[in-house]
C-alpha cells in the first residue's frame, strides 16, 4: 500500500514563499521535511519517470540541503506549496544550470499522488519560467521526459515547450529502452507568447 | 505568530522607533521568510531560494578573525518585535568604509521613517565607534522608495554604474550613494 502523508506531518513546518502563485507558492527545501522528500522519492509511482532508481535516504537528503557551498550554484531547487492545504507536496528544480551560455534542464515531480491531475504541474512550472528568465536572465530551458510520461510533456507542451527531437532508446523503463522526448524553450519565445 | 522574547535580545543601539539587536537564532524563522518574499527580495537582490538551514548557518557565529559583516536585528519598541534586518556587508578595515543595508521585512511598517531612523543609528555606530571614513550604498535606479530616503538622510550621489543588474526583465543602473564621517559629524553639531 502507498505511504500517505498523516494528516498531522508538517503542520509545525513554515514554507517561507520565494515565488508566490494562485494555488501554490515555491519555498526554499527544508531539512525538516527530509522525512516527506524522502516519502516522495522513494515511491514507485512517483519515482518511475523521474528516474530515482536508488533508494534514497534521509541523511542522503539532508546532505544535499547542507550542500549548498559556497559561490554560484548550477542546481535550483523549490518545494511546491499547495496554498489552501498549506502543505508541500512537490518539488521543481532547475538543474545543471549553465550561467556562460544561458541555459538550463527543468524538472518538476509532484511527490502527492492525490495532487496529480489538478493542473497544479502547469502552475509550477510557469513560475519557474518566469523566475529563470525574469529573474536569473537564462536564455532558454531544456526539459526530456519519456515518452510514456504523457502528463509531463503534455504539461511542457502547454506552456510553450517545443521539442526539439526525440533520444531514441535513451531511457529504461519498466524493464525496456523508451525514447526520450526532448523539449526546448526559448526566452524570446515565451516573452512573445506572454504578449499575445 | 512570533514568540521573540525582549529578554533574550540585548538592545545594542537605541533609538526612538526601533532598536537595533544583536541576530537571533531563534528567529531565523522570521530572517528566512523576510529574505525570500517576493516584495522584500526584490531590491536586495536576494535572487537565489534561501533555505532555514542556510539562515541559521548565517547567524552562527563566525570563525573569521576580522568581521566582513554587521547584521542586527530591527527591534520595533512599541509592538516589541523584529520587523526586519540592517547592517553593514563589505566592510574594508583598510580604506575604512562599507556598504550599509536595511531591510524592513514587514511591509506593513513600510512609509513609516523606520528606514531613515535605522540607517542613522548605524552611520552614528560606522563612524563614532567602528571609525570608518566613508559609508555608501547602493541603489538600483526603479527603487524609488530608497532614493528618496538616501537623500533625506544626506547621502550624496557619486555615480551610476550602468546597466548594472537585471532585475524584472530589464538590466537597469546602479546608484552610488555615500556619505563621509567629516560631512556627517558636522552636519550633526
Known sequence: MEKKANSNENKEVEGFPFIKGENIDLCPRNSK??????????????????????????????????????????????????????KPIGQIALSRIDWIN?????????????????????????????????????????????????????????????????????IYVDGRYVDNKIYLLMKEDWLTRKKD | MNDSKKDNNPTFLEGNLINLCPLNIENANLYTKWSNDP????????IIPWSI????????????????????????????????????????????NANLFVEIGESEYWGQDIG??????????????LNFHKIYIRIFSPNKQSLRVAEKIGF??????????????????ELRFAIFKKNWLNSKK
Open chain 2, 39 to 46: 516584495g522584500i527580495r526584490k531590491y536586495s537582490r536576494n
Open chain 1, 102 to 170: 544561458g541555459w538550463a534542464n527543468t524538472s518538476l515531480q509532484i511527490g502527492e499522488p492525490d495532487y496529480w491531475n489538478k493542473d497544479i504541474g502547469t502552475e509550477a512550472t510557469k513560475l519557474l519560467i518566469e523566475y529563470a528568465f525574469n529573474e536569473l536572465n537564462l536564455n532558454k530551458l531544456h526539459g526530456g521526459f519519456a515518452i510514456d510520461n504523457i502528463s509531463s510533456w503534455s504539461v511542457a507542451e502547454k506552456v510553450g515547450f517545443k521539442q526539439e527531437g526525440v533520444r531514441r532508446d535513451a
Open chain 1, 33 to 86: 521535511l527530509v522525512k516527506t522528500y524522502i516519502r516522495w522519492k522513494n515511491n514507485p509511482r512517483v519515482r518511475k519517470f523521474s528516474r530515482n532508481v536508488f533508494p534514497s535516504t534521509v541523511e542522503e537528503q539532508k546532505k544535499g540541503i547542507e550542500e549548498t557551498g559556497e559561490g554560484l550554484r548550477d542546481h535550483i531547487s523549490l518545494d511546491v506549496w499547495y496554498k489552501k492545504d498549506q
Open chain 2, 53 to 96: 538551514d542556510e539562515v541559521k548557518k548565517w547567524c552562527e557565529a563566525k570563525e573569521e578573525r576580522v568581521k566582513k559583516e554587521i547584521a542586527f536585528e530591527i527591534w520595533h519598541r512599541k509592538d516589541n518585535k523584529p520587523i526586519g534586518s540592517a547592517g553593514f556587508s563589505d566592510i574594508n578595515w583598510l580604506n575604512h
Open chain 2, 156 to 173: 550624496k550621489f557619486e555615480g551610476t554604474l550602468k546597466e548594472h543588474a537585471y532585475i524584472d526583465g530589464d538590466f537597469v543602473d
Open chain 2, 116 to 129: 531613515p531612523e535605522t540607517s542613522r543609528l548605524l552611520i552614528d555606530y560606522g563612524f563614532e565607534e
